[in-house]
């Protein structure tokens, strides 16, 4: 596994808002999440709790684990697998980023104390690869020390208060969202960031994605023959190696279009098409709008940086 690679993947991942909350339960107890157009995350900070959501089995959590949704799927917790749930939604009917509150359901049974965030981020930024994540990833208590020294900050900085907690509160998801991403990438998830031969080609496609690439050029990047990549790639991957290179490249180009006013025969270029009408082309079939449109909604809706 290639750490410049990770790198590559994870410092694009900047988040722009934060909903936290802190949830003081007694059991019985369940809540049920539905989908979020947000990375998810639960830190158990006391006692115990279970994770379920459909088609997969209940996962235990202790005090100190922490529990990743990076694409927001629906789940529920609950003092035990089973238990009947309600929903969050009539529990904290308004989560918007910026916004902190408390949530408490009194029951005579054991207490769980958690520390949750709805983490917002942009995910144009985020690297392709980003969406084979599964839809949960768990770290366990102890596994990262840096990790678990910042959520316990975090839990910390709910008692204090203490001024620009809302920053602070920012920065330290944004830090705790990446470091578990790391912890999962590099232990149980995408064992194509574990192949060499295929590290080397997502780095290549990464980093240097205007170049000319070719199924073949690409192979020889990560010396294996073009068959033995194609199929290596694609079963790590989950796409085809042409297919990831064209993410990456349109991923690029609609960056360019939001934040800078660069022509569209130069964002042709950095992004690798030799051809302006074969980049429009590309665009338009990716996105389902013409690059010039979709500069203008962006325009429209605030306007691009400055070259």
């Known amino acids: 596994m290639d750490g410049d690679l990770l790198s590559e993947l994870l410092a694009p991942m900047r988040l722009h808002g934060v909903f936290h909350s802190r949830w003081s339960m007694r059991a019985p107890w369940g809540v049920a999440g539905a989908k979020e157009d947000c990375a998810i995350l639960h830190y158990i900070q006391d006692g115990t709790c279970t994770v379920e959501l459909p088609g997969h089995d209940p996962v235990e959590l202790a005090a100190g684990d922490l529990v990743l949704f990076p694409h927001g799927t629906a789940h529920q917790l609950a003092d035990a697998p089973g238990r009947p749930s309600v929903p969050l939604e009539s529990l904290l009917p308004a989560r918007q980023p910026g916004e902190v509150t408390t949530l408490e359901r009194g029951g005579p049974g054991p207490a769980t104390t958690l520390l949750c965030g709805g983490l917002h981020y942009d995910r144009a930024a985020t690297a392709p690869l980003y969406q084979a994540l599964p839809p949960v990833l768990v770290v366990r208590a102890g596994t990262q020390p840096l990790l678990t020294q910042t959520l316990e900050n975090l839990a910390g900085e709910w008692v204090t208060r203490e001024p620009g907690g809302q920053l602070v509160a920012l920065r330290a998801f944004e830090l705790v969202y990446v470091l578990a991403l790391r912890a999962c990438m590099a232990e149980t998830s995408l064992a194509a960031l574990r192949h060499p031969a295929v590290s080397a080609a997502l780095l290549a496609v990464q980093t240097r994605f205007a170049e000319p690439w ?14 033995a990549f194609a199929a290596t790639f694609r079963e790590l991957v989950g796409e085809a190696p042409m297919r990831h290179l064209t993410a990456r490249r349109m991923q690029e180009a ?54």
Do not use: D, Q
């Open 254 to 307: 609609a960056r360019l279009l939001t934040e800078t006013a660069l022509a569209h025969e130069r964002i042709s270029e950095r992004v690798g098409y030799r051809s302006t009408v074969g980049f429009h082309l590309a665009f338009k079939a990716w996105y389902g709008t013409p690059p010039g449109e979709f500069r203008r909604r962006v325009s429209a809706a605030g306007g691009p940086r400055a070259a």
């Open 214 to 227: 070719t199924v073949e050029t690409l192979a020889a990047e990560a010396g294996l023959s073009r068959s």
